[in-house]
């Protein structure tokens, strides 16, 4: 195989490896998040990520705890 096809075969594989990461990421936050495992949910963000959602605006991982823990996310 040449070097530049084996460059191709090996960013192909890369970004397969990410959009696996990226799925398996999405898939265990909604039942974290709906048991309300505020800790473990947390845990999923970076520290000086940002997220957005229905009125919520989170700067950190205890922001994010928070909402979880929240009665308005709780009743949902």
């Not at 398996?24 to 309300?36: K, M, T």
């Not at 999923?44 to 909402?67: F, I, K, L, P």
């Amino acid at each position: 195989m040449s070097e530049e096809r084996l460059a191709a075969l090996e960013a192909r594989l890369l970004r397969v490896e990410d959009e696996l990461a990226v799925t398996r990421l999405i898939a265990s936050y909604g039942p974290l998040v709906d048991a309300g495992a505020a800790a473990e949910v947390a845990e999923m963000w970076t520290e000086d990520g940002e997220y957005d959602v229905e009125g919520w605006h989170m700067r950190d991982r205890g922001q994010v705890r928070a909402m979880v823990e929240s009665t308005a996310h709780q009743s949902l």
